[in-house]
């Protein structure tokens, strides 16, 4: 299988490499994609070195299969191309998520919505990613009404730019921001643009994804904020039902879904941490109480790797279902 890597040198560029190697995704040609300054080096996969081309080379190079993850403009400008050549899209991107021909697709939950006709498949922001999966068993058994969720949010969401801001800010050292503020030893609620109505565009993407992904009817409000961690994100997430629930079939409904590590036991103090989180594929789940304070209501702490299933892991799973289907 042909396969394409657009935005191949970038953060999650790069990670998808290494998922796509570690899960052993049948490639018999690698064609990795990057920026005009980037085309003509060189980068290594599973001990071979391969040219970095342009996307008009990969377009011309008919692949199979093209993961994306080079931002919304680019994804909006060739993704059509990609897949008007006969190659399925894998869109890391917010530009075709909330487009109504366009499957958003957590694989564990709604594989089944992508079709024959697809060609450019969404991979939901890392935020919601981590959410809608702890919420799907419980939306199937208990019906979800309404979600508040506050995040916090890894650097690394943000890229490279972000990680070297917070590094130089803890040497002391004067360098480029990608933040309006200083991020080490801070905390900013303000991630991604502001929107008419107050919101971030990060927040109104959990509220529009979920509501794409598992029910139109859920209520969804969201405050997003960042801080100066690299492990992965956390939420914590605030759950109304439509009829009450049982704390135990609660757990047990999450320990066994796909994907989700339950971590909730107090007592030893184990519960879910981005420190944990680095570097695996899971979805941990802990700190599941009831709300007092409300009827049919629960609150639960969720952690994930934001580079690794919050986009990587997620995109590499969705590309594994379109082999196991032969849609590739």
Same mark, same amino acid.
């Given at each position: @299988?042909?396969?394409?890597?657009?935005?191949?040198?970038?953060?999650?560029? +790069?990670?998808?490499?290494?998922?796509?190697?570690?899960?052993?995704?049948?490639?018999?040609?690698?064609?990795?994609?990057?920026?005009? !300054?980037?085309?003509?080096?060189?980068?290594?996969?599973?001990?071979?070195?391969?040219?970095?081309?342009?996307?008009?080379?990969?377009?011309?190079?008919?692949?199979?299969? %093209?993961?994306?993850?080079?931002?919304? *403009?680019?994804?909006?400008? $060739?993704?059509?191309?990609?897949?008007?050549?006969?190659?399925?899209?894998?869109?890391?991107?917010?530009? $075709?998520?909330?487009?109504?021909? +366009?499957?958003?697709?957590?694989?564990?939950?709604?594989?089944?919505?992508?079709?024959?006709?697809?060609?450019?498949?969404?991979?939901?922001?890392?935020?919601t990613i981590q959410m809608v999966l702890a919420l799907a068993p419980l939306h199937k058994e208990?019906?979800?009404? !309404?979600?508040?969720?506050?995040?916090?949010?890894?650097?690394?969401? +943000?890229?490279?730019?972000?990680?070297?801001?917070? *590094?130089?800010?803890?040497?002391?050292?004067?360098?480029?921001?990608?933040?309006?503020?200083?991020?080490?030893?801070?905390?900013?609620?303000?991630?991604d643009v502001f929107m008419d109505n107050g919101y971030t565009k990060e927040e109104m993407k959990?509220?529009?994804?979920?509501?794409?992904?598992?029910?139109?009817?859920?209520?969804?409000?969201?405050?997003?904020? !960042?801080v100066p961690t690299v492990g992965g994100h956390s939420e914590s997430c605030n759950i109304t039902?439509? !009829?009450?629930?049982?704390?135990?079939?609660?757990?047990?409904?999450?320990?066994? +879904?796909?994907?989700?590590?339950? *971590?909730?036991?107090?007592?030893?103090?184990?519960?879910? @941490?981005?420190?944990?989180?680095?570097?695996?594929?899971?979805?941990?789940?802990?700190?599941?109480?009831?709300?007092?304070?409300?009827?049919?209501?629960?609150?639960? $702490?969720?952690?994930?790797?934001?580079?690794?299933?919050? %986009?990587?892991?997620?995109?590499?799973?969705?590309?594994?279902?379109?082999?196991?289907?032969?849609?590739?």
């Amino acid at each position: @299988m042909k396969v394409a890597v657009v935005g191949a040198t970038g953060m999650v560029g +790069t990670k998808i490499l290494q998922v796509l190697a570690e899960r052993n995704f049948p490639i018999s040609e690698l064609v990795p994609v990057a920026s005009e !300054r980037s085309i003509g080096k060189t980068i290594n996969y599973q001990g071979k070195e391969y040219k970095i081309v342009s996307m008009q080379t990969a377009i011309d190079a008919k692949c199979d299969l %093209a993961l994306f993850s080079a931002g919304g *403009e680019t994804s909006l400008a $060739w993704a059509p191309k990609f897949a008007e050549s006969g190659c399925r899209v894998i869109d890391n991107s917010s530009a $075709w998520r909330m487009d109504t021909n +366009t499957p958003l697709v957590v694989p564990e939950i709604n594989a089944g919505s992508i079709g024959a006709d697809n060609y450019i498949i969404a991979n939901p922001n890392c935020s919601t990613i981590q959410m809608v999966l702890a919420l799907a068993p419980l939306h199937k058994e208990y019906q979800v009404n !309404r979600v508040v969720v506050s995040t916090y949010q890894s650097i690394t969401g +943000t890229g490279v730019a972000a990680v070297t801001q917070m *590094e130089n800010e803890r040497k002391g050292i004067d360098g480029e921001m990608a933040y309006p503020h200083r991020i080490d030893m801070n905390i900013l609620p303000h991630i991604d643009v502001f929107m008419d109505n107050g919101y971030t565009k990060e927040e109104m993407k959990m509220t529009l994804e979920t509501k794409k992904i598992l029910d139109p009817n859920i209520k969804v409000t969201a405050t997003a904020v !960042r801080v100066p961690t690299v492990g992965g994100h956390s939420e914590s997430c605030n759950i109304t039902f439509e !009829r009450d629930f049982d704390l135990a079939r609660v757990k047990t409904l999450l320990s066994q +879904t796909d994907g989700i590590v339950l *971590e909730d036991d107090i007592q030893n103090n184990v519960y879910p @941490m981005p420190i944990n989180s680095h570097e695996r594929d899971e979805v941990f789940v802990g700190r599941i109480r009831r709300d007092e304070s409300a009827e049919n209501t629960l609150n639960m $702490w969720i952690v994930s790797d934001n580079l690794r299933k919050g %986009a990587a892991t997620n995109a590499v799973q969705i590309a594994e279902y379109l082999v196991k289907e032969e849609l590739v």
